[in-house]
């Protein structure tokens, strides 16, 4: 069966973006430093985008590796990303659900940046990135947290969560690993900057007339809650 794809709307949003996230490429590229990848480590991305964080560390760190995303769009990107790098012969995109997907041998690094859904939230995601890795790999999650607590009800929509419970602070969500038989050994978090450049960069496309209404509301709700109550990270984790 083929797997369902995104709305239209959701990759027109994205438009030109290459991170599907609020990082920059200086924190993507601080992140493939910060976990020591080692030349032919195997990396699985579950929900990989447009496969930036894989194109870029199989160029920089010469890694191998397979990313799954359920955008068919985003897969063609991916693509075309892998061979403008260079890199198209060490990693491979496939169209399809990542929550379902086995990898034909466990490998190095398992990561789901910013797609925690999956699982139906972090303790979830942990199991499917867990089942994909070798003896002593290294599982990449990346996740919302509260930066400060929301005062109301409408501080916490406007920050596009469902409920104030739907994410922690941060102490909260590191001790959440710890609860799940996971180390936390590295950490890249993004700032507000990083977060202005990823939620900025989607106003123009915005315009599209499907989606122009959402201009009206958009930069100011990002400004007044997203921005202040929320933040976002990408965690590197052990088993213990």
């Known amino acids: 069966m083929t797997p369902p794809d995104l709305p239209r709307q959701f990759t027109i949003r994205e438009g030109e973006l290459r991170i599907l996230n609020p990082f920059d490429d200086v924190k993507l590229a601080t992140l493939g430093r910060a976990i020591r990848l080692r030349p032919g480590d195997e990396l699985l991305d579950l929900c990989s985008g447009k496969g930036e964080l894989l194109c870029t560390w199989a160029r920089d760190h010469g890694i191998t590796g397979t990313g799954i995303d359920i955008g068919t769009a985003f897969i063609a990107a991916a693509r075309e990303r892998a061979t403008a790098l260079g890199v198209a012969d060490r990693v491979r995109f496939v169209h399809g659900d990542a929550a379902a997907y086995t990898p034909e041998r466990p490998v190095d690094v398992a990561a789901c940046v910013g797609a925690t859904w999956i699982g139906g939230g972090v303790p979830g995601t942990l199991e499917l990135l867990d089942r994909a890795l070798r003896p002593g790999g290294m599982a990449l999650v990346g996740e919302p947290y509260w930066r400060r607590d929301p005062p109301d009800e409408e501080a916490v929509t406007g920050s596009h969560a ?60 990002y400004v007044r809650f997203q921005r202040e109550y929320l933040g976002w990270g990408v965690f590197a984790l052990l088993r213990r």
């Open 162 to 221: 469902r409920s104030r419970d739907e994410f922690t602070d941060l102490p909260g969500l590191v001790e959440s690993f710890g609860g799940c038989g996971w180390d936390l050994v590295e950490m890249v978090l993004a700032d507000q900057d990083s977060w202005d450049r990823y939620a900025a960069a989607h106003w123009l496309n915005l315009l599209a007339p499907e989606l122009r209404r959402e201009l009206a509301e958009d930069p100011l709700r």
